[in-house]
């Protein structure tokens, strides 16, 4: 299949970047691997989309999905396994190829793992990532967050309407999280924050039990029991699929010149994945739209 802008996710940079291709009449395709609306279907509300009262992910999704729809999009299920720099430029699926003039890369990222023993064994066994899906699960015990970003804060925040108690686990000296998201935390009884502390592992049988702790202040180890341990420690970067293709930084973010096109004449990279993303909803639309932009005078130039 031959197409103008080929779209690689469909999180908020990866729709936004699709309509405004759409829009400005080109020949677009969507391909997304797993959930369309990328990391809005996992938040509870998104309080800080300037010119938008409070609104839920999935809601948010909806109506990106349905302004995409209507102006003719069409978002194909698939995971991008490969990007080649030929012309025009080759990408392959599980499935298919697919040929285009440009792409836009809009992959987001995967979450940043703790790298301590037991959690890959208790990943989805007590250990998880999202906190609107999984939290309920966790009513009346005691959950850990490892992480303190304005994301974890928001999450902690939010698993305080099951959990009995949540203790925030950050190694550093004080909370990453701005300053109205770090009082909220510290004045919500239900919130047990513990800076300098490191979680060392994590133990438990057929699900997970308890977390290994070390208190930096004085190098004490001990055991804090808990239900469950949701991860939110930012995200790396899912450059699997073209990182051989265009340039990344040493954090492994695509690097992008102001229009937000790679070193790849003709690749572009929206929202999280590029280099310097403010890793907000609202970035990852503006960025959509820049790099879309760039594609259409792209391909316009090329063709
Ligand atoms: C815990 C947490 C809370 C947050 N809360 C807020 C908030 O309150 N407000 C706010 O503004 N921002 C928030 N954010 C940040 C916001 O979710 C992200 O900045 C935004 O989703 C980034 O959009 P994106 O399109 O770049 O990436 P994503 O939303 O991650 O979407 C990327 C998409 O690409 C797909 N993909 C990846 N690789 C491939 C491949 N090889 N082939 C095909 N598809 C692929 C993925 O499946 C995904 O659907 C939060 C983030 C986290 C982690």
Known sequence: MMVDVLVVGAGPAGLSAGLSANRAGLETTVLEAESVGGELVNRNTIENLPGHPPVSGTELRSTFVEQFRAAG???????????????????TTTGAEYRSRSVVLATGGVPTSLGVPGEETFTGRGVFRCATCDGPLYAGKTVAVAGSSDWAATDALFLTNHA??????????RLDAGDPLRDRLVDNPTVDVRTRTEITEIQGEDVLKRLQLVDRDDGREYAESVGGLYVQQGIDPATDAFSDVVSLTDRGEVVVDAGLETDTSGIFAAGDVRQSSPRTVAAAIGDGTTAAHSAVSYVERTR
């Open 73 to 91: 999009g069409s978002i194909t299920l698939g995971t991008v396994e490969r990007v080649y720099d030929d012309d025009p430029f080759r990408v």
């Open 164 to 173: 009995d108690r949540v203790v925030l686990i950050e190694p550093g000296d």
